[in-house]
T-cell receptor, first 115, second 115 residues
Framework: EAGVTQFPSHSVIEKGQTVTLRCDPI?????LYWYRRVMGKEIKFLLH????????ESGMPNNRFLAERTGGTYSTLKVQPAELEDSGVYFC?????????????FGPGTRLTVL | GDSVTQMEGPVTLSEEAFLTINCTYT??????LFWYVQYPGEGLQLLLK?????DKGSNKGFEATYRKETTSFHLEKGSVQVSDSAVYFC??????????????FGRGTSLIVHP
């Protein structure tokens, strides 16, 4: 079974440009999460989808960030316009919906560098 | 709010050495505690967890005990291997959303094991 995949693995853009990150969760997982790790700091929660609906977006830093999950399958995270402080590694994770605790499975991350 | 503090790295050891990575936490409730590992080029993987005081999580020779009195969850392994080289993240969560915990992560500790 394929794991969580993310594209691209690396992205280098200039300040003011737009970047779109993509996450493909494990097939059948209703829950999809985005996290971000700024260099040397903690991994921070950004938001959580249940199918196509945003369950919790309390971690989104500002309105330059837009996340979508069309059809409840893959998700995109767009940063527009990008700023220097947006540099970091963006992780996606997915988990199934069921009673009780379900482990989140993480993708390898997208490293974003804003120059 | 909740927070996790773990020792800074990198931690550099020779093969078969004893490993300890310290982790302490601050939480308002009674969280579950986790250790995640990120091998080079891969996503985070759940290594072990403990859900209540005095529980011991263990996996792949690693273990950690939930110490409520000292608010700690130190990671230990008796004999490390080169293949254990990775970044280790301590995390807590007392938030069960959609059947999955949203972790609060520490900054990560890089472990380098030399032959």
């Amino acid at each position: 079974e394929a794991g969580v995949t993310q594209f691209p693995s690396h992205s280098v853009i200039e300040k003011g440009q737009t970047v779109t990150l993509r996450c493909d969760p494990i097939s059948g997982h209703d829950n999809l999460y985005w996290y971000r790790r700024v260099m040397g700091k903690e991994i921070k929660f950004l938001l959580h989808f249940v199918k196509e609906s945003k369950q919790d977006e309390s971690g989104m830093p500002n309105n330059r960030f837009l996340a979508e999950r069309t059809g409840g399958t893959y998700s995109t995270l767009k940063v527009q316009p990008a700023e220097l402080e947006d540099s970091g590694v963006y992780f996606c994770a997915s988990s199934p919906s069921a009673g009780g605790y379900n482990e989140q499975f993480f993708g390898p991350g997208t490293r974003l560098t804003v120059l | 709010g909740d927070s996790v503090t773990q020792m800074e790295g990198p931690v550099t050891l020779s093969e078969e050495a004893f490993l300890t990575i310290n982790c302490t936490y601050t939480a308002t409730g009674y969280p579950s505690l986790f250790w995640y590992v990120q091998y080079p080029g891969e996503g985070l993987q759940l290594l072990l967890k403990a859900t209540k005081a005095d529980d011991k999580g263990s996996n792949k020779g690693f273990e950690a005990t939930y110490r409520k009195e000292t608010t700690s969850f130190h990671l230990e392994k008796g004999s490390v291997q080169v293949s254990d080289s990775a970044v280790y993240f301590c995390a807590l969560s007392d938030q069960l959303t959609g059947g999955s915990y949203i972790p609060t992560f520490g900054r990560g500790t890089s472990l380098i094991v030399h032959p």
